[in-house]
């Protein structure tokens, strides 16, 4: 059973940064696929970019420029920053670890998860 623990959101002001912390109970957390999903009110979870234990990274299309995924296996913790943050940007961030030893890619759909944070809220406001 992996444990996740986010950290780093808050109230930032449109234009601003934050960088968000997922801290993993799993010692060999390189032999996991992770993922940032994040869930507007009033929406479904989007997946907002993965990284594997090999570090390939995948964000999407609309994020790319402003959203990085990068990790710490020593630490055994995974960042998301976060650039020039808009409104709608607002929603709460949770991370998902799936056990993918060796892994050359990674997904940011749901199903690919089996472990999953309890998130910590973002809101762009000015």
């Known amino acids: 059973q992996v444990q996740l623990v986010e950290s780093g959101g808050g109230l930032v002001q449109p234009g601003g940064s934050l960088r968000l912390s997922c801290i993993a109970s799993?010692?060999?957390?390189?032999?996991?696929?992770i993922a940032w999903f994040r869930q507007a009110p009033g929406k479904g979870r989007e997946g907002v970019s993965c990284?594997?234990?090999?570090?390939?990274?995948f964000i999407p299309h609309s994020l790319k420029g402003r959203f990085t995924i990068s990790r710490d296996n020593a630490k055994n913790t995974v960042y998301l920053e976060m650039n020039n943050l808009k409104p709608e940007d607002t929603a709460v961030y949770y991370c998902?670890?799936?056990?993918?030893?060796?892994?050359?890619?990674?997904?940011?759909?749901?199903?690919?998860?089996?472990?999953w944070g309890q998130g910590t809220p973002v809101t762009v406001s000015s």
């Open positions: 998902a670890a799936d056990r993918q030893v060796g892994a050359v890619f990674c997904t940011v759909l749901e199903a690919g998860y089996e472990y």
């Open positions: 799993e010692y060999t957390l390189d032999h996991y696929n």
């Open positions: 990284i594997t234990g090999n570090e390939y990274t």
